[in-house]
């Protein structure tokens, strides 16, 4: 499975910014849980958001009301709309796959991994 993330860049605090992650054309995607971590420098990966089969979403406290994740499954790709964006959210964000994850937002839950986008936020 191929997960190739896009979209991150660099905004001021409030700004907006939406990811997108594609999935190889061989992968089913409406059979995964599909989730998006972030890793602040020099901090550990922390789950973000994640969505079951059946379209069930989980979020982060930090990220309710501002992040919402949704996905394509006709042109495979998952995206993180975020708004209201803060310092605080700058980091790496990847993107995230498994079967079995139900949807977790600890990262060792998912097998699968893009190489990341990098979100930074300014003040």
Known sequence: VQL????GGSVQAGGSLTLSCTISPDFKIEYYVMAWFRQPPG???????????????NYADSVKGRFTLFKDNANKIVYLEMNNLTPEDSGMYYCAADPKAHPSLAAGAY???????QVTVSS
């Open 43 to 57: 901090k550990g990966r922390e789950g973000v958001a994640a969505i079951a089969t059946d379209g069930f979403t």
């Open 111 to 117: 097998a699968d991994w893009g190489q990341g986008t």
């Open 4 to 7: 190739v993330e896009s979209g």
